[in-house]
């Protein structure tokens, strides 16, 4: 957390858009679209979580390869999401949420 107790998060993110033929052979396109971007205090879709969860939610432009998205937060983090909803197609949503790590302010690490 900063001074003014608010917690700057950076989500690094790695995105790529497969298309799979009716034999399941997938291929590359370009990935340039705004996809909901979440932080969270506890995960969604499981039990216990809310709306008092969620710390922010907004849908912002991911293209393909990696970025990072940094947003601010008023409460401490647990949990970044990229399509936290699986609103999209993904064979493999389980890693579209992810724990916070936390680094020392002004270290990097």
């Not at 950076?10 to 034999?23: N, P, S």
């Not at 679209?33 to 039990?47: H, M």
């Not at 970025?67 to 064979?91: E, S």
Request: overall charge negative; cysteine-free.
């Amino acid at each position: 957390a900063g001074a003014d107790g608010k917690w700057t998060v950076a989500i690094d993110v790695e995105a790529r858009k497969l298309y799979a033929d009716a034999k399941g052979v997938e291929t590359e396109a370009p990935l340039d679209q705004a996809i909901d971007i979440g932080v969270f205090t506890s995960e969604p879709g499981k039990k216990g979580f809310s709306d008092e969860g969620v710390l922010f939610l907004e849908r912002r432009p991911i293209r393909s390869g990696t970025q990072t998205i940094t947003v601010v937060v008023d409460r401490q983090p647990r949990l970044v999401g990229v399509d936290p909803y699986n609103k999209h197609v993904d064979r493999n949503s389980n890693d579209n949420v992810v724990s916070v790590e936390e680094t020392a302010p002004g270290t990097g690490r």
